[in-house]
């Protein structure tokens, strides 16, 4: 059976550590915590269960400490793992099987299922995503083919029927949001990948102060030649919604235009809903909230195709009088949120 290094990154997690870590029991031949700055009893907590816990003065690079956990491991096997996850006893069962199975295969990277997400309102927009979550610690590079030999270097990745639990007992978006604000003030670039995520957040979690300190970054952004029509657009979304919160019609007009030069997301419609709503236009608002609900599809928030908007179209429909049509658009929004 191989050996499995844990390594996580922690700060202030007395609430989740233990139910973290007691899932893990049994699984792991060490359990390598890297602490940034705790607090409360989390570092005690790492320590009753024999862990080997080193300090990491924060940076603001979640990287530079995951790179500084893993160089702490000493197993054949490193799964990498949060806090706020848990296995149940029958994905344990399966992990178990997997230790056993790896004796006997070449896998470099194990992927599993990533579950729970839209319980808590994460950043993303699906229940169940499969992650890179177990790597092999040292790689054996070998030669290949009979000629015009070279060396394999695609790692070989397998993927398995574990389910994660995220179980968070806060949300991490003023923080990660920082951390954004932190890469771009040195003057990082931010990837697409990254660009996605930084937009995301601020769409599902972000404060009124989040997205005025976001503005001059996705202003660049529409001026970046390099930035495909994907970052175009969730760019328009974010410009969109700060020029609502400043009543800034030209701003959003460009935006929406903009927007509407492929099909038109869910959360430009609702941005315009919004709009339309502050001005009293109830029956201009109805329009477009109605397009976030049933024409259009997001690419940022999930919920701005889903409840959010018809929970808006019963807010229109109560201002004209209407409590009949709004109570039925309640009634939907309770049931797709529901599904969700």
């Known amino acids: 059976m191989v050996t499995i290094s844990v ?32 607090t409360d009893k989390t570092k005690e907590i790492a320590e009753s269960f024999g862990a080997k816990v ?39 069962g399966r ?22 997400q839209l319980a808590f309102r994460t950043v993303y927009n699906y229940d169940r995503e499969l992650r890179p979550k177990l ?6 590079f070998v030669w290949e083919d009979p000629i015009h030999e070279q060396v394999a270097i695609d790692p070989v990745i397998c993927n398995s029927e574990i389910e994660i639990i995220h179980r968070p007992a806060e949300n991490h978006a003023g923080r990660d949001l920082e ?80 927007d509407a030069n492929t099909e038109m997301s869910s959360e430009m419609c609702y941005e315009l809903g919004e709009y339309y709503y502050g001005q009293k236009d109830y029956d201009e608002a109805i329009i477009w909230f109605f397009n976030a609900a049933y024409e259009c599809e997001s690419i940022l928030d999930l919920r701005k195709s889903k409840e959010l908007p018809r929970l808006a179209l019963a807010k229109c429909y109560r201002a004209l009088g209407n409590d009949e049509q709004a109570a039925d658009y309640e009634r939907e929004a309770a049931e797709v949120e529901k599904e969700e």
């Open 7 to 38: 390594c996580m990154i922690v700060k202030d997690e007395e609430a989740n550590l233990s139910r973290c870590l007691n899932s893990l029991k049994g699984i792991a031949d060490e359990f390598i915590i890297v602490d940034t700055g705790s």
């Open 54 to 92: 080193y300090d990491f003065e924060w940076t603001g690079d979640f990287s530079e400490a995951r790179n500084f956990a893993f160089s702490k491991a000493s197993c054949d096997y490193i799964y990498s793992a949060d806090a706020d996850e848990e296995l149940d006893e029958e994905n344990r």
């Open 95 to 116: 992990f178990l099987k997997l230790k056993e199975d790896l004796l006997k295969l070449d896998i470099d990277i194990v992927q599993m299922y990533y579950c729970n």
């Open 135 to 140: 790597f092999k610690r040292l790689r054996r």
């Open 179 to 258: 951390s954004f604000r932190k890469a771009i003030s040195e003057g990082r670039y931010l990837s697409k990948r990254l660009h996605n995520m930084y937009a995301r957040e601020l769409m599902m979690a972000g404060t009124k102060e989040d997205f005025i300190k976001a503005r001059s970054f996705f202003e660049d952004s529409l001026k970046d030649n390099n930035r495909s029509i994907d970052e175009i657009k969730e760019a328009c979304c974010v410009l969109a919604h700060i020029a609502v919160i400043a009543d800034d019609t030209k701003t959003l007009l460009k935006c929406s235009l903009k």
